[in-house]
Every structure is written in C-alpha cells, then in structure tokens.
C-alpha cells in the first residue's frame, strides 16, 4: 500500500521539487485519508526525501557534464589551468626584469 502511495505522490508533485514541510504536510494529509499510522506516515516522508535528493543530486551531475561540454567545445580553460598559466606568466615576468 505505502508503495502505492509514495508513486501517487511522486507522479503527482514532481520528485526534484519538493520540499521537507510539503512532504510532511502530504503525508499527513495521506495519514488522515488513508488510515496510516505515524509509523508508516514517517516512513513515507523518508523515502519521499530520499527519492527527492536522489533526484536533485542526478540533475546537479547532469548539469555539470553539460556545462563542461560546452567549456570544452567552446575551447575555455578552467580554473585551475588560468591560475597555473597565471602564475607561471608571473614566475617568468619576474625573471625578465632581472
């Protein structure tokens, strides 16, 4: 019953987007219409937290693939490059004026 419910709830209101008070306040709109107890309403609200931050985790690692991609296609250097090749612009600035 409780896996019913939780896929009602995540077809319903969209996984990535839910928040810990809307959670809490689904289930226990869910606890009052279907009879569940604060047992299985707390188990409910867990799994639904744990589906959302599975979910905002894989958007977070898709975006960042796809940003890097266009780093790279559009031929931009990262941080770390920009501050190695600054440092080493200064290291030979410093020797010239010797």
Request: charged share 40%; net charge negative; glycine share 4%.
């Amino acid at each position: 019953m409780l896996e019913l419910l939780e896929k009602a709830v995540m077809t319903t209101i969209g996984v990535a987007a839910i928040t810990q008070k809307k959670a809490e306040e689904l289930v226990a709109d869910m606890k009052e219409r279907f009879k569940l107890s604060e047992d299985e309403g707390k188990q409910l609200v867990d799994r639904i937290q744990a589906i959302a931050n599975e979910s905002r985790e894989k958007v977070r690692e898709m975006a960042e693939a796809e940003v890097k991609k266009v780093v790279d296609r559009l031929g931009l250097v990262s941080r770390e490059d920009f501050d190695r090749l600054s440092k080493r612009v200064q290291e030979l600035e410093s020797r010239s004026n010797l």
